[in-house]
C-alpha cells in the first residue's frame, strides 16, 4: 500500500490517494506487456501496400523477339519484371495485420502497465480537471505547475467535451477516458497526469 500525492491546478499539495499496487499487479511480465504492446502497434498498421505484378502493368503480351539469332538474351514479353515498366517480381499485396490476444491476458499487461508507471513515478493525480468551456491556457498552465513538460496522458473518468477540446491542442499531450485505458496508451506517454476520480475507478474496475 502505498500513498500517491493528490494535486491542485496549482501544482500544491491537497490530499493523499491509497492505493494498493500488489492488488492490482502482483508482479510484472515485461514480456506479457511487450507482447500486448506490439499487438496494439500492428492493429494500426494499414496493410495497404500494393504494387502491380506482371500480369496487372499495362503493355503488349506478345514476344519482343525471336528466341534464336538476334545476339540478345532470350526474352519475353515487356511486361517482365526486369524491364523498365514492367511489373514487380516480387510485389507487394494488401495484408491483415491485426490479431487479438486473450481479453484476460491484456487486462493484466493494462494492469502491470499502470503499477510500472506508478512505480517509475510516472504517475501524477490531480483533484479534478472541471473546466466550464474550454480553455487550452488553463490545461497547460496546469501541467506546467505538476512539472509535466514531456509528452503526457490525461486521463479522466469519463469523456469531458471541455477537457478534450482544451487537451488536443497541446502538443505532446493526449487525453482518454478510464475506460478506454490499454498497455499501449499507458507505455506510449513518459507522464500520466490522471483526476483521483478517473483513478478510483480504474482501481474499482480492477477488483471485477
Known amino acids: ?56 502493368v499495362s503493355g503488349s503480351r506478345k514476344k519482343m523477339y525471336r528466341q534464336k539469332g538476334t545476339g540478345n538474351a532470350r526474352a519475353g514479353h515487356k511486361r517482365s519484371g526486369v524491364r523498365r515498366g514492367g511489373g514487380h517480381i516480387f510485389a507487394k499485396t494488401p495484408k491483415n495485420w491485426t490479431y487479438r490476444m486473450p481479453r484476460k491476458a491484456l487486462q493484466i499487461a493494462t494492469n502491470m502497465a499502470m503499477v510500472a508507471k506508478i512505480n517509475g513515478e510516472r504517475v501524477k493525480v490531480i483533484d479534478a480537471l472541471a473546466l466550464e468551456a474550454p480553455k487550452t491556457k488553463t490545461v497547460a498552465t496546469a501541467l506546467g505547475k505538476l512539472e509535466l513538460s514531456r509528452t503526457v496522458l490525461v486521463v479522466v473518468d469519463q469523456y469531458d467535451k471541455n477537457a478534450y477540446l482544451s487537451v488536443r491542442n497541446i502538443p505532446k499531450a493526449k487525453i482518454l477516458p478510464v475506460t478506454d485505458l490499454n498497455a499501449w496508451e499507458i507505455m506510449r506517454p513518459y507522464q500520466i497526469l490522471v483526476t483521483k476520480s478517473a483513478l478510483e475507478k480504474f482501481v474499482e474496475s480492477r477488483k471485477k
Open 1 to 56: 500500500m502505498i500513498n500517491l500525492p493528490v494535486y491542485d491546478k496549482t501544482g500544491a499539495k491537497v490530499d493523499e490517494f491509497a492505493i494498493d499496487l500488489d492488488a492490482i499487479a502482483p508482479k510484472f511480465s515485461q514480456q506479457l506487456v511487450h507482447d500486448a504492446v506490439v499487438m496494439y502497434q500492428n492493429n494500426l498498421r494499414q496493410g495497404s501496400a500494393k504494387s502491380k505484378t506482371r500480369s496487372e
